[in-house]
Every structure is written in structure tokens, then in C-alpha cells.
């Protein structure tokens, strides 16, 4: 019996070596420093009411097209609003833009590619909600 237990003990603990190295891979992105680093920027725009389908699906386009445009953007994903509380205040559009880190949003304000894409945006835009944070885990 003790030879088995001897036997045994080799697999033992190569099984929690693995589940231990498992553990550690699966969770090194939500530990890891450049994730406490992220910024999320979230962007709610008013259309005026005259604005044409194709203006505002002009700005859906260029906007998205930043992410491809300007490093430091991790991902960029919108939406239009579809809630059913009627809580939106007209706003329609929702865009969040995640940075790598603060640098990186510094970068992107000022960019001659977020610049364009604001001038293609101001003539329609009648009303725009900015909020950016740093997820907490």
C-alpha cells in the first residue's frame, strides 16, 4: 500500500503543479499591471434632428475606423441605444473606446485622425456625454 501511495504521489503532484500553472495563466490578465492601466472612454452623442442617415452613418464609420488609425486603442465597440426605461435623454449612440493607459488617451485627444473625425462629427452632433475610468476589478 505505501508503494502505491509512492506511486501515486509523482502524479499527485504533477496534477497540482498543472492546475496551479492553469490557475495562474487564466488569471494573469486580470492581475497583470497594463490591465490597471486601461482607460475606458465612453462616448454618447445627440444628433440634431435634421441630421441625415448617411451623415450619422459617416460618423459610425470614421469613428470606428480610429482603432485602426491610432495605437494605444485596445478596442473600440458602439452601439445604438435600445433600452427600454426611456432614461437615454435623446442621446442615441454609444461608443467605448479602451486605451492601453493614460498615455495612450493623451495621445488620442489631440491625434490629427480623432481631430478629423471630430469636424466630420460637430455639424450634426447637437449634444455629446464623455466619462472615461479605469475598471475596477
Keep these: 500500500e505505501s508503494f502505491k501511495r509512492m506511486k501515486s504521489l509523482p502524479h499527485l503532484l504533477l496534477f497540482k503543479l498543472f492546475a496551479c500553472s492553469f490557475f495562474l495563466h487564466i488569471m494573469s490578465p486580470v492581475y497583470s499591471k497594463s490591465n490597471q492601466d486601461v482607460i475606458r472612454h465612453v462616448v454618447c452623442f445627440r444628433f440634431i434632428e435634421n441630421a441625415h442617415r448617411q451623415e ?51 495621445q488620442y485627444l489631440p491625434h490629427p485622425d480623432h481631430q478629423k473625425f471630430v469636424s466630420i462629427l460637430k455639424p450634426i452632433l447637437e449634444d455629446v456625454f464623455v466619462i472615461d475610468f479605469t475598471p475596477s476589478l
Excluded at 88 to 99: A, D, L, P, Q, Y
Design 56 to 106: 450619422i452613418k459617416r460618423v459610425e464609420t470614421e469613428f470606428s475606423s480610429l482603432q485602426d488609425k491610432i495605437s494605444g486603442i485596445k478596442s473600440l465597440e458602439w452601439g445604438k441605444n435600445n433600452s427600454p426605461e426611456g432614461l437615454n435623454k435623446e442621446f442615441t449612440h454609444c461608443f467605448i473606446v479602451t486605451f492601453t493607459d493614460t498615455k495612450a488617451r493623451e
